[in-house]
């Protein structure tokens, strides 16, 4: 009997090292003390864009990489296609008055989309992965993803990394524009959108 109770420790053991050894590991990550305190995350994982892009393609069917800008977004501002799928944490609805207001930031109330965790379950089964299984969000300037991480953190998702700078990058008053971000980074982008990635009512 003892024997066969370590024999069941050790092939859980084995399994447990193997299923963590599977997983991808990005090859660096953003330093924590240097993100914004509207970026921060219950998890602490961040990527930069060029950490995010490297991470995605060497790991392209292991890692689940979301847009989750509103779907006029990427009409406007672009997309990069290596996205697995645009799934909105936030859309504001028609009737502006249904707009909560948020004290803090002087604008509109970031409000959770309905959809936002069934569609990221559904994306992420259609990719065959868990939610053990590392994903990537990444929004216009890393403020809604950094909620989006920690919805998700909070349904039991493992591995969700942040997009620092998001998309478009973060606003420099200096500068007088936004700066950083993914289309900043020289990474790919376009306006070319494929209607498999793009959110749909379902």
Known sequence: ????????????LAAMIGIA????????TFDPKQVREEERTKLNLYLTPKQAYDFVTGNAKKVLFLDVRTRVEPIYIGWTPLIDALVPYVEYPEMYADWGWDENRGAYKYEPFNDFAPEVARRLKEKGLTKD????VMCRSGDRSSRAANLLTDLGYKRVYS????FEGV???????????WKGSGLPWNYDLEKSKMYFVR
């Not at 299984?133 to 990537?136: A, F």
């Open 163 to 166: 997009v620092v700078g998001g």
């Open 21 to 28: 050894q599977a997983q991808p590991v990005p090859a660096a």
């Open 133 to 136: 299984d590392p994903v990537v």
């Open 171 to 181: 606003w420099d008053e200096k500068a007088g524009k936004r700066v950083g971000g």
């Open 1 to 12: 009997m003892k024997r066969v109770l370590q024999s069941l420790l050790i092939a859980a």
